[in-house]
């Protein structure tokens, strides 16, 4: 059940992303040659309006091909000639080629795929945040003896703020408090409509390796309607504020191989949760499978926003160039710079499918 789950997961992730890129590049009328989902031999496949729809056997991402992906017109005429799903080859709609529509409409199909994950994302915390309770940002209480209690924050304060960035989950408080190495707190908190400020040191723990500021937090609230969409909206932000931040700590060498995952990874994440809610019952268990789903809809749609070739972002990258420059990359070195990205991407994969299988059975 659990494999099954991930690979509904995954498939509606992947569906979401390069669908995005296959509806704003058909309104553009950009030819798009093959819509796929997975990569490797194809399991199955057919044809409409002239574009080749496929799922392929590896569960490890997608693709939307456009006309100029296929190198030359020639080419691809040869492509679909060679295709028997695609039995008259006259009648195939023509679009333009991807390079040969406007920066504008080019930017809006790259963009488009990232889009429409983090629109996913939303869409499910609107039904997550109808149907399960929000932790507010409110101070349960403070541990005596410890920092915030000595700055004088108290319980049943709401905390609006930390070190200036804004919070409206006590889970941001405490991704915060996590990631705090020892730097000071300036904390806002509201406190029967009066606002004050309280600036404070962390207090180290030996035993557990990392500073706390010494409170507990979290008000449960069920939220329905226009409070549902609007926090529903910081769900996303949460999700999408972790990942920048775990991607922030990568870049800075703070984070380990172990706490890195690829897909295998993640399957094992899904595993492991689906075992822990199953006996909750099937809409607790629907709401975290929802939840994990969001998350990792958004961690799609921000790393492929990363200015990483063969990444929607290095595509961005290559279109800011582009609009510096005022006149196209050659295509012949923009192919360079895609498949030297592509070997590195496949690369990466290859060590993190060995980096998965190493912390999940050694």
């Given amino acids: 059940m659990s494999i099954l789950i991930f690979i509904i997961i995954l498939g509606v992730l992947l569906i979401s992303h390069e669908g995005g890129h296959l509806l704003v590049a058909k309104m553009n009328g950009i030819h798009v040659v093959e819509f796929m989902i997975g990569m490797g031999p194809k399991i199955a496949q057919f044809e409409k309006g002239g574009t080749i729809y496929s799922l392929r056997v590896l569960p490890i991402g997608g693709a939307c091909v456009f006309e100029d992906d296929v190198t030359q017109e020639q080419g691809q005429q040869e492509k679909v000639a060679e295709d028997p799903v695609l039995e008259d080859k006259n009648d195939v709609p023509r679009g333009k080629f991807f390079n040969d529509a ?8 790259v963009v488009a795929g990232p889009l429409a994950n983090i629109i996913l994302a939303f869409i499910f915390s609107v039904f997550i945040v109808n149907f399960s309770l929000t932790d507010l940002p409110v101070v349960v209480s403070v541990m005596e003896g410890y920092p915030a209690e000595e700055a004088g924050i108290e319980a049943g304060d709401t905390i609006i703020s930390v070190n200036g960035e804004r919070v409206y989950l006590y889970r941001e408080v405490s991704v915060i408090s996590q990631l705090n190495r020892g730097n000071e707190y300036t904390i806002v908190v509201d406190r029967d409509g009066e606002r004050l400020t309280y600036t404070f040191s962390p207090m180290y723990d030996e035993e557990e390796g990392r500073y706390y500021m010494g409170i507990t937090g979290g008000e449960y609230v069920q939220f329905t309607g226009l409070k ?6 910081y769900e996303v932000r949460y999700a999408a504020t972790s990942v920048y931040k775990s991607l922030l700590q990568i870049i800075q060498g703070q984070v380990s191989s172990e706490d890195v995952s690829g897909v295998v990874g993640v399957a094992n994440l899904v595993s492991e949760t689906y075992d822990e809610v199953k006996t909750a019952g099937w809409l607790s268990t629907l709401l975290t499978m929802m939840n994990l789903a969001a998350l990792l ?21 290559l279109m800011a160039i582009e609009l510096v420059r005022g006149k196209p990359i050659p295509p012949e070195k923009e192919g360079i710079v895609n498949t030297i990205g592509f070997v590195l991407l496949m690369v990466l994969m290859v060590f993190l499918f060995f980096n998965d299988i190493r912390n999940i059975f050694f």
Avoid: E, H, M
């Fill in 228 to 233: 549902a969409v609007q926090y529903a909206v």
């Fill in 297 to 317: 809809s958004v961690n799609l749609g921000i790393v492929n926003l990363l200015p990483i070739p063969a990444l929607d972002g290095g595509r961005i990258l």
């Fill in 102 to 109: 406007s920066l504008g409409a080019r930017f809006a199909t």
